[in-house]
Antibody, heavy 117, light 107 residues
């Protein structure tokens, strides 16, 4: 059974860079034709797709976040990562990683990241 | 970006009711539509993809239909565990977008 787990700091200061990692277990991130992605959800609000990556490193991003987002993959560790720069309070959200080739069938449990000084 | 508009934004219904939620895309998305269920504090759960294909393990009381820009999620007979928030998502464009959600509450 495929499992995904987010990890990273729960508190980030304004103007700094948010960094999260998703560890995939129960399957290889590079053995199948799937993209892997990040989705976020501000408290009490809806879902926002951030971006996705293929194991080869091919990416595509939400145009509204593209200038601040970098998603990378480490196949040796079966992980992919999110960096979001110049964060503000508006970036406070639960961040989910997911298998994301179009629709998302496997999700991590989510991790709350708060942007505050 | 393709905008996804769900209606209604909230809905009260009773156990046993038939419920329909609508999702409208700002342009045609060729059935590249998924539906998710989310309960408080939990990750979304995939219910249907390709507009009408039921994800493995999802009860058959959930069904989806539609074409072009207009899609629906139907729950044929509401069960207590179905009270949750539902989201649609288009994946026709690589800039995936979600609807704003429909909160289904117990009447």
């Amino acid at each position: 059974q495929l499992q995904l787990q987010e990890s990273g700091p729960g508190l980030v200061k304004p103007s700094e860079t948010l960094s999260l990692t998703c560890t995939v277990s129960g399957g290889s991130i590079s053995s199948s034709s799937y993209y892997w992605g990040w989705i976020r959800q501000p408290p009490g609000k809806g879902l926002e797709w951030i971006g996705s990556i293929y194991y080869s490193g091919s990416t595509y991003y939400n145009p509204s976040l593209k200038s601040r987002v970098t998603i990378s993959v480490d196949t040796s560790k079966n992980q992919f990562s999110l960096k979001l720069s110049s964060v503000t309070a508006a970036d406070t959200a639960v961040y989910y990683c997911a298998r994301a080739s179009g629709f998302s069938d496997y999700w991590g449990q989510g991790t709350l990241v708060t942007v505050s000084s | 970006d393709i905008q996804m508009t769900q209606s209604p934004s909230s809905l009260s219904a009773s156990v046993g009711d038939r419920v329909t939620i609508t999702c409208r895309a700002s342009q045609g998305i060729s059935n590249s539509l998924a539906w998710y269920q989310q309960k408080p504090g939990k990750a979304p759960k995939l219910l249907l993809y390709a507009a009408s294909r039921l994800e493995s393990g999802v009860p058959s009381r959930f069904s989806g239909s539609g074409s072009g820009t207009d899609y629906t999620l139907t729950i044929s007979s509401l069960q207590p565990e179905d009270f949750a928030t539902y989201y649609c998502q288009q994946y026709y464009s690589t800039a995936y977008t979600f609807g704003q959600g429909t909160k289904l509450e117990i009447k």
